[in-house]
């Protein structure tokens, strides 16, 4: 599945960046079991953090598209957990998205569909997931989303 993941990257033109290390007092990943608790991650898009308030100062494309880096870094931290052999991913299980919204913002579901989306074309049927999108007043260091994520793991 490494093989597969790595080429649906290749195709849509993404890679995988380097697996965060966490800016505070946690860890980026706890296994329990066969399930990866993955911590929240943010943003980046060539090296910055994409930061904002979706429905003030950010549009619904900009979020959708901070959300599917989310993603690609939240693939990064299994990658790095599971010793590079993603084939070990058995299914997404879940995916909590915050989204810095102003108050009028209703469109929070839209914005998770950037991770969700990916999610199911890197990992097919067990990329479908349950999930939580909710609106928030701010994020750590201005991120316009953050994503935690929930993978069980063979």
Known sequence: MTDTIDATLAELGLTLPEAAAPVAAYVPVVRTGNL????????????????????????????????????LMLVAQMKRALDGDLSRVARIVKLGVFVNSAGSFTDQAQVANGASELMIKLFGESGRHARSAVGVPVLPLGAVVEIDAIVEVA
Request: glycine share 12%; with cysteine.
């Open 36 to 71: 990866l608790h993955i911590s929240g991650q943010l943003p980046f898009e060539d090296g910055a953090l994409m930061t904002g308030r979706v429905g003030e100062d950010r549009e619904l494309d900009y979020a959708a598209e901070a959300a599917r880096r989310c993603a």
